[in-house]
């Protein structure tokens, strides 16, 4: 069987499980019955030296502008029934959207053209896409050719924030994968109960469980740490007030966070005006490695996510399962899949988002007893072991990816 595998941005510093899975799928089906294709290019700090030759590797669709539309035009002639289909339902969805979102998906329509040709030529049996502008583009990439297609839905953009034709790709596609229960249940849930059962999957994004020593750390001072993009649904402004009643409670610690994005320098100012400069530090975009030094040398890892008021948030963020992995008491924010990752009292505390006065209350009692943190950090090694080794959820991917397609099934609502 030949798959293409279809992401967005690729590689992307961020989105280390995405890399981990195309490894594994390639040397599971070997370079020629592997394609990799992303929409677009990386920048340059989505790139270092572990994943700069993956981009030889990858196929890139959004700047063949041109080679698109001539594919659209090509199969308009060649095909028009099934271009016509296509094009009916990009149609149908037109007015629902803004006018921003309706040139985005202007430029996934017309790159489907052009991955719908590349998967023809290259004798492509079955797609996988990742996030919603892949899903969207191998959506109607299947529509144009046939080929059975599957996505994995993570979080926002893919799931909880408006995405568009997430009905009919839950529809059409053979197979979805949900990274949480919580993701799997919303799905079945939106789709009105009307999918077959077993058709969408829960498999949690693994990690590469490290060799650690899981003796007390010997930080003077303890260390607090995170590794999250500086967005509104991280919850870094409820962080930093915890940060703050603690430093004026006169509570000795260290914090660390590892992460870019559109409020960093918002939250650089914040650190600033709290007079936490001392005591936080905000590192910026690192590579893993760098995010691995960290986590090795950190007393307690936080991640205060919320659902933002537009609906954004997290699936099951990774950061915290690699936390795990490394032996970290974990405080976080009941919400999504955390859930599955933390267990309240037993590997970490589970409080209410935006709830500063009772996340500091946990923190606080993480803080004063080193005994507490060993135990609670073993118990979510033991977890990280049982439930998010990379070995034994990347099985899982390759099982739900590569096993006998149902592809009549899909195909027959697909040209419906």
């Not at 798959?3 to 989105?15: G, K, M, N």
């Not at 949480?180 to 079945?188: A, C, G, Q, V």
């Not at 409670?249 to 914040?270: E, T």
């Not at 008021?309 to 970290?328: C, F, H, V």
Request: aromatic share 10%.
């Amino acid at each position: 069987m030949r798959l293409a595998y279809v992401t967005v941005t690729f590689p992307c510093l961020r989105e280390t499980f995405v890399l981990r899975e195309v490894r594994h799928l390639r040397d599971r089906l070997g370079p020629d019955d592997f394609r990799l294709y992303a929409y677009q290019r990386p920048v340059g700090t989505d790139l270092n030296d572990d994943n700069r030759p993956w981009v030889a590797k990858t196929s890139y669709l959004k700047h063949s502008v041109w080679a698109n539309l001539g594919a659209m035009c090509t199969w308009m002639v060649t095909d028009p029934g099934r271009s016509w289909r296509a094009l009916r339902l990009w149609m149908s969805e037109v007015p629902s959207l803004d006018l921003r979102t309706n040139l985005q998906v202007v430029l996934h329509v017309l790159t489907a053209f052009g991955l719908a040709r590349r998967i023809r030529r290259d004798g492509v049996d079955r797609m996988h896409a990742h996030f919603a502008t892949a899903s969207t583009v191998a959506l109607f990439a299947h529509m144009l050719t046939g080929v059975s297609f599957s996505f994995t839905a993570h979080a926002s953009g893919d799931v909880y924030v408006y995405s568009p034709f997430l009905f009919q790709k839950l529809r059409r596609a053979w197979r979805v994968i949900a990274i949480s229960d919580y993701n799997r249940r919303y799905l079945e849930l939106i789709s009105d109960y009307t999918l077959p059962r077993g058709k969408v999957v829960t498999v949690f994004n693994g990690v590469e469980l490290p060799e650690i020593d899981l003796a007390p750390k010997t930080n003077d001072v303890p260390l607090l740490f995170t590794s999250a993009a500086f967005t509104g649904f991280k919850g870094y402004g409820t962080l930093l007030e915890v940060l703050d009643l603690l430093h004026r409670d006169g509570v000795d610690f260290r914090f660390v966070a590892v992460g870019g994005g559109p409020l960093f320098d918002v939250m650089q100012a914040r650190v600033r005006e709290f007079g936490l400069s001392e005591c936080v530090s905000l590192l910026g975009p690192q590579p893993f490695s760098e995010v691995q030094k960290w986590l090795a040398r950190a007393d307690i890892f936080v991640f205060p996510a919320e659902i933002g008021l537009n609906g954004q948030r997290d699936g099951m963020p990774t950061a915290i399962t690699e936390a795990l992995a490394y032996g970290l008491p974990v405080i976080a924010t009941h919400i999504t899949g955390i859930p599955q990752q933390v267990m309240d009292g037993v590997n970490g505390f589970l409080v209410e988002e935006r709830d500063p006065e009772a996340f500091a209350v946990r923190l606080r009692q993480l803080l004063d007893s080193p005994e507490m943190r060993l135990r609670m950090g073993r118990e979510g090694r033991r977890l990280a072991e049982d439930r998010f080794d990379l070995r034994r959820t990347l099985g899982n991917v390759e099982a739900a990816l590569l096993r006998p397609s149902e592809s009549s099934h899909s195909e027959s609502q697909g040209h419906g």
